[in-house]
Structures are given as structure tokens and as C-alpha cells.
């Protein structure tokens, strides 16, 4: 059963990495991307199980913290030409 | 009572695997980014959790359990918030969300804020009671 899971999770991969791209807008990339990184810590803890070693859990969790990170960086950096910009125009922000 | 958590466990990861399955087709086939967003947040909440529900049921009483309910909680806390990031961006950028029905228009053309592009013309399908 995990490993109908893991093809279920491979199938939904490859759909989404057709949307990453032919996507027509960035933001349906960046949109894709994320969710391909959610997928991939889906299938490295379904592996771990499969393969009966549950210690990928560790790299999955490292993965989903970088993906977050990943997905809010990219989106900034798409919007205002910078990571270290601030949110608004006038509104300094919190940086 | 092992069967029973077994056959909890093969009907969350099912589960999980067949919206996992309905959030990719609606990538696939949603006409605008907004709405590819919400076939997104199919993947990012229903889905992975219930796969990750599966695996606790499996796992029973142990360090795994925790590691994957911390990874549930995090998932489910930061999915939507990169979904709203990436929606926020795309709406500074000038995009503007499909909000009513043409099926004459190719609808995977995007409408620009201040663009002529895709202006609806709601003169001979005003969905009002005073038209028909």
C-alpha cells in the first residue's frame, strides 16, 4: 500500500512538473515548484517507510524547511527585483 | 487490532494518493493561477496530510510519530503562507483573477491591470432577471 502511494505521488509529480513547465506565467512556476517540493517530502517519508529505514523523516523535514523558505524567497524576488527589498512602496516593513 | 490500524492506515494513504492524483489534474487543467492555487492547496493540505496521517497510523507510538506530526503541523502552517505569498506577488504584478464565465475567450491568456487585454463585456450575457 505505500507503494501505491508512492506511484500516486509520482504520478501527481509529473503533472505538476508539465504545469512548472509550460506554465504561461512565473507565478505558475514558482506555484508548481512549491508544490513539487511538497510532493518530494511526501515521497522521501513514503520511501523511508517502504524501504523500512523511517530515518529519511529527518531529510524530509530539512526539505520542507527549505522548500517554505524557497517558495516565499522566489515570490519576493519575482516581485520587487530583490530579496532584501521591503514590502511596500512608503511602508518600510519589519526588516 | 492490527488489521483494523492496517486498514486505517491503506484508507488514509488511498486517500491521500487519489487527492494528491485530483490536485495534479486540476493544475493541469485550471484556467488561471488563482484557480491553479486552490488545485495547489489540494495537494499541499488534503493530500499530504492525509499520506502523513497514514504513516503515524502505521509507525504507532514512536519517535517517527512525532517526527511526522511535527512535519504535519509545519506543512500545514507554511503551505498556505507560500500560497499567499505567490498570490500576493502575482496580484502586484498586475494579474487579475478570471471572475466571469467566457467560453468564447482563450482563457489561458492573462488579464493586465491597466492592458485592454480579455475586457469583459457583459452586454449580451447579463445574467440578471431584467435581460431575460
Known amino acids: 500500500?505505500?507503494?501505491?502511494?508512492?506511484?500516486?505521488?509520482?504520478?501527481?509529480?509529473?503533472?505538476?512538473?508539465?504545469?512548472?513547465?509550460?506554465?504561461?506565467?512565473?507565478?505558475?512556476?514558482?506555484?508548481?515548484?512549491?508544490?513539487?517540493?511538497?510532493?518530494?517530502?511526501?515521497?522521501?517519508?513514503?520511501?523511508?517507510?517502504?524501504?523500512?529505514?523511517?530515518?529519511?523523516?529527518?531529510?524530509?523535514?530539512?526539505?520542507?524547511?527549505?522548500?517554505?523558505?524557497?517558495?516565499?524567497?522566489?515570490?519576493?524576488?519575482?516581485?520587487?527585483?530583490?530579496?532584501?527589498?521591503?514590502?511596500?512602496?512608503?511602508?518600510?516593513g519589519d526588516i | 487490532?492490527?488489521?483494523?490500524?492496517?486498514?486505517?492506515?491503506?484508507?488514509?494513504?488511498?486517500?491521500?494518493?487519489?487527492?494528491?492524483?485530483?490536485?495534479?489534474?486540476?493544475?493541469?487543467?485550471?484556467?488561471?493561477?488563482?484557480?491553479r492555487m486552490h488545485a495547489a492547496g489540494i495537494i499541499d493540505t488534503l493530500g499530504a496530510v492525509a499520506i502523513f496521517m497514514g504513516l503515524m497510523v502505521q509507525a504507532g507510538f514512536t519517535l517517527i510519530t512525532v517526527k511526522l506530526a511535527l512535519m504535519t503541523i509545519f506543512m500545514m502552517f507554511t503551505n498556505p503562507t507560500a500560497t499567499h505569498a505567490v498570490a500576493r506577488a502575482a496580484l502586484g504584478e498586475g494579474l487579475i483573477p478570471l471572475t466571469y464565465d467566457d467560453e468564447d475567450e482563450d482563457l489561458s491568456d492573462y488579464v493586465l491591470a491597466d492592458g485592454e487585454l480579455l475586457e469583459p463585456d457583459t452586454n449580451d450575457k447579463e445574467p440578471g432577471p431584467s435581460k431575460t
Open chain 2, 1 to 35: 487490532m492490527e488489521i483494523v490500524l492496517d486498514i486505517i492506515s491503506w484508507a488514509l494513504l488511498i486517500c491521500g494518493g487519489v487527492f494528491c492524483i485530483i490536485g495534479g489534474i486540476g493544475i493541469i487543467r485550471l484556467p488561471d493561477v488563482f484557480t
Open chain 1, 1 to 92: 500500500m505505500f507503494a501505491a502511494a508512492a506511484a500516486a505521488v509520482l504520478v501527481t509529480m509529473g503533472l505538476v512538473l508539465v504545469r512548472a513547465i509550460k506554465g504561461p506565467s512565473v507565478y505558475d512556476r514558482i506555484l508548481a515548484t512549491s508544490n513539487f517540493g511538497t510532493l518530494t517530502v511526501v515521497l522521501i517519508a513514503i520511501v523511508g517507510f517502504l524501504s523500512g529505514r523511517p530515518e529519511f523523516l529527518d531529510i524530509a523535514l530539512v526539505y520542507a524547511l527549505i522548500n517554505f523558505i524557497g517558495a516565499i524567497a522566489v515570490s519576493k524576488f519575482v516581485q520587487f527585483g530583490g530579496v532584501a527589498h521591503p514590502l511596500g512602496k512608503d511602508d518600510p
